[in-house]
């Protein structure tokens, strides 16, 4: 069905308003969390209930990176009666082929992020986040294998600031994973027979969630054995859903929400292999980028899951309330502005090739698109001064398959490039720009 904007929204629309964007959020057990972009264009934090937001406080600071994925950890599990609060945050991101993350806490019932990064050792992008347990689980890529010369492989690193172990995995490089959850297995959900192993107590199951070369979604479960992430089992696909989203456990089962392609918004929940179809929504043409569950009834009388999605529509970030009831979840019918996040910048271009995500003040590039493609994929370069730039691809083993550029680019609008598959297998591949005072690499999926 239709959903509908909230009147709120409405109003926002016609007075107009400059660019914002809301990309992540988690429950801290005291209130929602959400990290998005200002004016500026830097990242920064609003926290609190759906139409009840509060004022925005600084965000993560990855100095022109990119955030990839937001995570929190009750202090109660950390033996250091120094830190304050009872929430960590942890934000993970990317910069320059390195995979940082930027520690936050709760102050005085507030969040707040400290300054400086710290690199994730051996992973050159990560991609998803989540607390299970004793530590937090990072999921990423880094450099790895068996060979002669390193090749990008999945890997986990897992531990907290300051102290990470990396496992590589064994995945198959077709698949891109593109976000985690874990679920506590001394909560049990089901029967036996859904175990792949008898449970340990305490540990985790894990969930990682992503798309095959054609683009469709699949799911893959793990387990924290021993204190150690590990992935075992199959992929198995997710139906009705193209690209997965955002994935969270909800105290009963796993919840991925995930683009059907067609302008709306397919809900799924259970486990893989037992998947069942809620009833979709749509933000009106806008872009849906993260979901968080209150696990308990801190926010409702009943005893249900609080369900918040987050996202962009008409250059504002949004929020759609819901919630889970008997394990089916539900979503309201009117998302509504989050105006912390409002900003009034001037205008970005339009989504498409030429939008550029996390750009810096040095260059950027743009996300392919579209992504996966089957024959051509569009994207673009943006350089804040003049400078020599090559623009090259890679495949998944670090080869160069095609230069589109090798020469000065002028800075101002957007340069265009296009990356035509000509006879090139399917696969996932690496469009690089690197500059003089900047570099930056966009995976694609090429889907024959």
């Known amino acids: 069905m239709k959903r509908l904007i909230g009147y709120t929204l409405a109003l926002f629309l016609l007075l107009g308003s400059g660019l914002a964007h809301a990309q992540s959020a988690v429950w801290t057990g005291d209130y929602f969390v959400v990290v998005g972009k200002n004016e500026k264009q830097q990242y920064a934090v609003t926290y609190g209930y759906h139409l009840k937001w509060h004022e925005i406080k600084a965000g993560p600071d990855f100095r022109g990176g990119t955030l990839a994925d937001l995570a929190t950890a009750p202090l109660a599990a950390r033996d250091d009666a120094r830190l304050p609060g009872r929430y960590e945050l942890l934000a993970v991101g990317n910069l320059d082929g390195q995979a940082y993350v930027v520690t936050g806490y709760e102050y005085a019932t507030e ?52 102290d990470w172990q990396v496992v590589q995995l064994p995945f198959n490089d077709e698949l891109r994973f593109t976000h985690l959850a874990a679920a506590p297995l001394a909560r049990p959900y089901g029967d036996a027979a859904t175990w792949k192993r008898p449970p340990i107590v305490p540990t985790y199951q894990l969930l990682a969630v992503g798309t095959y070369p054609d683009g469709s979604a699949f799911a893959m479960l793990g387990y924290e054995i021993d204190g150690v992430p590990t992935f075992t089992d199959q992929p198995l696909p997710i139906p009705e859903i193209v690209n997965p989203i955002s994935v969270e456990w909800t105290g009963r089962d796993y919840l991925v929400v995930g683009d059907r392609g067609d302008g709306q918004f397919g809900v799924m929940y259970g486990l893989p292999g037992r998947w069942a179809r809620a009833e979709d929504f749509t933000l009106d043409g806008g872009q849906f980028t993260g979901l968080a569950v209150a696990p308990h009834a801190s926010i409702l009388p009943d005893p249900q899951y609080e369900l918040l999605s987050v996202g962009t529509l008409k250059k504002m970030a949004v929020s759609l309330a819901g919630r889970a009831v008997g394990g089916v979840p539900e979503f309201d019918r009117g998302c509504s502005l989050i105006p912390e996040l409002r900003g009034t910048a001037q205008d970005p271009p339009s989504p498409g090739p030429a939008y550029v995500v996390g750009a810096s003040e040095a260059g950027a590039v743009s996300a392919p698109y579209p992504n996966p493609f089957d024959a051509r994929a569009v994207f673009s370069v943006t350089v804040g001064e003049d400078q020599r730039v090559r623009v090259a691809v890679y495949d998944a083993l670090g080869r160069e398959v095609a230069v ?8 101002g609008p957007a340069h265009t490039f296009a990356f035509e598959a000509g006879v090139l297998s399917s696969g996932r591949y690496l469009v690089r720009a690197q500059g003089e005072r900047f570099v930056q690499t966009r995976p694609v999926v090429l889907a024959r």
């Open 111 to 162: 969040p707040r992020f400290l300054d400086g990064m710290e690199p994730v050792p051996s992973l050159t992008t990560a991609t998803a986040a989540v607390w299970a347990g004793p530590h937090y689980v990072v999921l990423g890529r880094g450099m790895g294998g068996d060979g002669v010369l390193p090749t990008p492989r999945d890997m986990v690193a897992y531990g907290r600031p300051g």
């Open 404 to 411: 589109l550029h090798d020469g000065v680019l002028a800075a």
